[in-house]
């Protein structure tokens, strides 16, 4: 599998971030707008591993 190379946005208003899913990989597993997905950080021996779970997909 080849590396996808993402970028965080800031949200203006809000302090949120953004983090882009490329089409390539939209279209290549079907994510869709409003598709909701759970979040778990791992930050051991000085890397930062973001997992996203789906866990309801829109229709």
């Known amino acids: 599998m080849s590396?996808?190379?993402v970028k965080v946005r800031g949200?203006?208003?809000t302090k949120s971030l953004d983090i882009t899913i490329p089409a390539k990989l939209s279209e290549k597993y079907n994510i869709k707008v409003g598709d909701l997905?759970?979040?778990k950080i791992n930050n051991e021996d000085e890397t930062l591993i973001i997992k996203y779970e789906l866990i309801y997909k829109n229709k």
């Open 37 to 39: 997905f759970k979040v």
């Open 11 to 13: 949200r203006h208003g």
């Open 3 to 5: 590396a996808h190379i």
